[in-house]
């Protein structure tokens, strides 16, 4: 049977949804953008997260982030929708652009905690009033994360429509995973897919090309890679694989929910970023896979990690 505990994590509330006689666990924070601290089966991390409150505040390569409205990078901050013209803040310095939104700086409420036999879930909601001139669309954005004594451990998130008129998002999450202690030392496969053409400030130029490496799975090695993808499947799921030290884990996404995806191997080479994306990079100025809700209108998606097969 699972169980939930509340502590302290620095000025945060840490809240643990685990199985005591399995090991199965994993570690959040609603407070802090609903950030997922750990993910564990059978007593081992799959997951790089953060590991102290300073850390967390940090948020240093955005561990385990909710990106929305927008994931990865819009180009210097700038889009136009219905006719105006609006500029988030720059907060990537190095390519000049925004990135990842702003929900993962938000504290969000816990709606509940289920807690069963083999699975226990926690809710966790966040409301926009749309007092950012930037992105003035109300919304609200609930997020419900499952783990399973299957193998399994699912995001399931929903946007509600608050505006009066039509908004744009994308969503994204951007766990790390760590199987083995350095990058190159995991086994990667990806599915078929391109692999989306960037300027040097990580703007998509409108090209794609086949991207083979990893259609068979290979070790990772000394490969960089800090990219966007797009599936070659119209529907269905595709996984993102990672091997090492005998387990193995699998990010399963639909792949109309979220036909692109992000890989990032980060200079540390502690772990691997495997990014599901709604849309393209600068979607909110290129359009590619950008949703427009409708008011009242809500939107679901759902991605899945399946643990040594999901056994």
């Known amino acids: 049977m699972y169980e939930s505990q509340k502590s302290a994590f620095g000025h945060y509330t840490r809240y643990d949804l685990f199985n005591p006689s399995n090991g199965n666990s994993f570690s959040i924070i609603p407070e802090c953008g609903a950030n997922v601290l750990d993910i564990r ?6 997951l790089d997260g953060y590991e102290t409150p300073d850390e967390l505040r940090a948020a240093k390569w955005g561990k385990s982030a909710l990106l929305f409205p927008f994931p990865n990078r819009l180009n210097r901050g ?11 803040p720059l907060n990537n310095a190095a390519t000049e652009n925004a990135i990842h939104g702003f929900v993962r700086d938000e504290a969000f409420e816990v709606e509940y905690i289920f807690l069963a036999k083999d699975h226990a ?7 926009y009033e749309g007092q950012r001139p930037y992105y003035p669309f109300p919304f609200s954005l609930e997020v419900e994360f499952t783990i399973y004594d299957s193998g399994k451990f699912t995001l399931e998130v929903a946007c509600l429509n608050l505006h009066r008129d039509p908004i744009p998002i994308g969503f994204g999450w951007h766990p ?4 083995t202690n350095t990058a190159n030392d995991h086994a990667m496969q990806l599915p078929a897919c391109e692999k989306i053409a960037i300027t040097d400030r990580m703007i998509p130029t409108g090209d794609r090309s086949e991207f083979p490496d990893f259609q068979r799975k290979k070790r990772v090695g000394d490969t960089f890679l800090d990219n ?5 499947k119209g529907s269905g799921l595709y996984n993102m694989t990672l091997e090492a030290d005998g387990r193995s884990i699998a ?4 792949a109309r929910q979220f036909p692109f995806f992000q890989v990032f191997t980060p200079p540390h080479r502690e772990s691997i970023a495997l990014e599901p994306m709604s849309c393209n990079v600068d979607a909110f100025n290129n359009g590619k896979g950008l949703v ?4 009242e209108k809500e939107w679901k998606a759902k991605m899945e990690i399946a643990v040594d097969g999901g056994r």
């Open 228 to 232: 966007c993808f797009v599936s070659k």
């Open 78 to 88: 700038r889009y136009e929708w219905l006719g105006k013209t609006y500029e988030f």
């Open 176 to 179: 790390y995973f760590r199987l």
């Open 292 to 295: 427009t809700l409708e008011p």
């Open 41 to 46: 089966f059978s007593g081992k991390s799959i």
């Open 121 to 127: 879930s926690i809710l966790c909601s966040y409301v």
């Open 251 to 254: 990010v399963k996404a639909n």
